[in-house]
């Protein structure tokens, strides 16, 4: 099964079981159902909680938050991720808000969709990855998609959470499979950690690095990881937690600690990004057991290029990943 | 069957400059859709089929000094202010010779006096700024600004008409109205009319139903002349047709409504008034349009740092 297909039965599956389930965006009716189909059949099946809305990003994740204000779970969908800027002040402002800002706890159960990053040359106000803007914001959780998460299981964690959620796919993924890592490794949960994705070749606390990085870059890292093994001899294991923040490192402490090397790596440009705050975190946890701090990999900080050569050298490729692990394991 | 007789005698006074400059754009977006299809494209692109007159019509009513605004749909924009097909085929295709180096594409390009990005409302608001600083700084030009039916779900839109009407600034909003945005019709994305919603703000407002290029320059030319001298903004309205997909095989619309479209077509319509100099600058442009795409595909990539 592709993801995008495991998100679409996902939202099925949540507006059959749950009646007071909406999912509202821009486009997502049938037969169109939506800019990238994830909406599929969800308008035919339950046409009065399927709300196909005007150009009007703001409005309708503040509609959202009056539906979840009410009790109600509000799934939106933000066609591209890019335009979340223009819901911002409704997410941080009143929804993230309202859980507590009234002294006592309001749930507010509620998830922005937003599709994600680049890859596909649509340009520099299309592709961009913004979950750096919605980290440390209190009362608000950031979530990404990934081939190793079954969707359906992350969107009753977000729902069940009793805050807004934000959850970022990257577009790529949409036509990958699941739970696809190739034939050298295996994957599976993290003992202790429900919401960490595993992937590594036998002994995961034995890897020479610990990547931590979320779905969208799954991909990438799987294929950094095998270049790495088969060419160096470099052992690595991959971390992929479905939820970015707030982030526990904690549970991830006793592979951190037997690796030469930890690396952070995400698709965002560089500056103010995810992984600076997880590698703070693991900094104050164990920052004597390291051998050194923990590296970060993100795009270049720069605009997202349109034509695809230009847009490859911005973005995270494989190679950036192999050549950061080499990096962070010199001695 | 009368409306259609006006418009075919109208459109006999289509000269050569309009004509060759309407054809052009028809087959620059015929020729992307083309390069799409074999692949040889990268990205997305929305082609302005069907809707190419609008920012013909308009640009003999625009000076050198007015800022133009395109959008999303704006390939027409670009080459109704610049004679730059293949510039700007090098934008979208990432080549040598790009307008802006194969960063911006399609959406995203800045030239002079004009602009164009990918996010809907955003560039009103910067409209209106614009025309802010040319009120004071060069009295006499405009900002003109190119947005669709569905951009009027923005709020945005709405602080930028009160602003530029409180102020009386020189905006031109020129809306293409083609009934859809992207798989919405206009009637379950908009409640009221655009009318109603610019008379709202004390906004004039003035609707254009024909594809005539004269009939709408000779409409136009004292309304446009009023918002350079003072009288603030302006709302001109098209009702136009979408030809093409939003973007590219994403067409769901019935076909009773691509027939309407076509039926509409200024194509058509223009071809029906002079057959014969019709098809001799319609083989012109393609012509033109197929050496260009030639040319720019042998040229190297574009060059540039982050
Ligand atoms: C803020 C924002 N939301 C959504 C989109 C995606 N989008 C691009 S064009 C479009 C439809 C625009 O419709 P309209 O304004 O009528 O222009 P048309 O495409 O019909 O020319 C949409 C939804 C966008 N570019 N920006
Ligand atoms: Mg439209």
Redesign the interface.
């Known amino acids: 099964m592709r993801v995008g297909e495991n998100l679409n039965a996902a939202l099925h599956g949540l507006l059959e079981s749950d009646p007071s389930a909406y999912v509202i965006g ?2 997502i ?1 049938d ?2 159902g939506g ?1 990238f189909k994830i909406t599929k059949g969800l308008s035919s099946r339950f046409p009065e909680r399927v709300l ?8 309708i994740t503040g509609l959202a938050a009056g539906l979840a204000l009410c009790g109600d779970a509000a799934v939106v969908e933000i066609m591209f991720g ?2 979340v800027a ?1 819901a911002f002040d409704q997410i941080v402002n009143f929804a993230a808000k309202s859980v507590t800002m009234y002294g006592s706890r309001v749930p507010i159960r509620m998830v922005v969709r937003c599709p994600t990053g680049g890859g ?7 592709s961009q990855s913004l979950q750096k803007h919605f980290v440390g914001v209190p009362g608000l959780s950031v979530y990404e998609m990934s081939p190793l998460h079954d969707n359906r299981q992350v969107f009753d964690a977000m729902l069940a959470s009793g805050g807004p959620c934000v959850f970022f796919e990257d577009k790529i993924l949409y036509t990958r499979h699941m739970n696809d890592v190739g034939d050298l490794f295996r994957h599976d949960v993290m003992p202790g950690a429900e919401d960490v994705a595993r992937v590594f070749l036998d002994d995961p606390e034995k890897a020479d690095c610990v990547i931590i990085a979320p779905g969208g870059m799954v991909d990438r890292a799987v294929r950094a990881m095998r270049g790495l093994l088969l060419e160096q001899e470099v052992t690595c294991c991959l971390l992929v937690p479905s939820r970015l923040y707030p982030f526990d490192a904690e549970p991830l402490l006793p592979v951190l600690r037997g690796a030469r090397a930890v690396l952070v790596a995400e698709e965002g440009t560089a500056g103010g990004t995810w992984g600076s705050e997880v590698a703070h975190r693991i900094h104050r946890l164990i920052w004597n057991d390291l051998r050194r701090p923990v590296a970060l990999v993100s795009s ?4 997202i ?6 847009e490859r ?2 973005l995270v490729q494989d190679s950036t990943i192999h050549d950061a692990v080499l990096e962070a394991l010199r001695d | 069957m009368t409306e259609t007789g006006a418009a075919v005698l109208h459109a006999r006074r289509a000269d050569d400059d309009d004509l060759a400059l309407l054809l052009l754009i028809r087959h620059f977006e015929l020729a992307l859709l083309d390069l799409f299809g074999r692949g040889e494209l ?3 692109t929305h082609t302005c089929l069907g809707q190419e007159y609008v920012p013909v019509a308009l640009r003999r009513l625009l000076a050198d000094a007015d800022h133009v605004f395109g959008n999303h749909r704006g390939h027409g924009h670009y080459l109704a202010r610049f004679d730059d097909p293949a510039g700007l085929l090098a934008e979208i ?2 080549r040598e010779g ?1 307008v802006c ?8 390009i800045l030239r002079d006096r004009y602009v164009s ?5 955003e560039s009103l608001p910067v409209a209106a700024g614009v025309a802010l600083h040319l009120k004071r700084t060069e009295p006499g030009a405009l900002a003109c600004v190119f947005i669709g039916d ?6 945005a839109v709405y602080e930028a008409l009160n602003l530029s009407s409180l102020w009386r600034l020189p905006l031109l909003v020129i809306v293409e109205n083609n009934g859809i ?4 019709p206009t009637t ?3 409640a009221g009319t655009v009318r109603a919603r610019a008379e709202a703000f004390g906004v004039r407002h003035h609707g254009i139903e024909s594809s005539d290029l004269s009939a709408i320059r000779d409409e136009l030319a004292p309304l446009v002349a009023g918002v350079r001298s003072g009288g603030g903004p302006l709302v001109v309205e098209f009702a136009t047709h979408r030809l093409g997909p939003h973007s590219k095989g ?1 067409d ?1 619309r019935d076909p009773e409504t691509v027939r309407q479209a076509r039926d509409n077509d200024w194509y058509r319509l223009y071809a029906e008034a002079d057959p014969e100099r019709f098809a001799r600058a319609d083989e012109a442009q393609r012509a033109r349009v197929d050496a260009i795409v030639r040319e720019v595909s042998a040229r190297p ?2 060059r ?1 740092r ?1």
């Open positions: 821009e486009d009716l037969p169109y800019a196909g809305t005007p150009i009007s990003e703001s409005g890019d335009f223009l596909r040359g649509y340009g520099p106000t299309h270049a900080d720069s605009v290029p349109t034509a695809a050569h230009l050298a911005v | 990268n990205g997305t295709m990432g790009a180096g194969g960063v911006g594409g399609s959406q995203h990005t990918g996010v809907q409302g569905g951009t009027w779900g923005e709020g945005a992207q798989s919405t379950r994305q908009m994403d769901t990539p574009s540039w982050p």
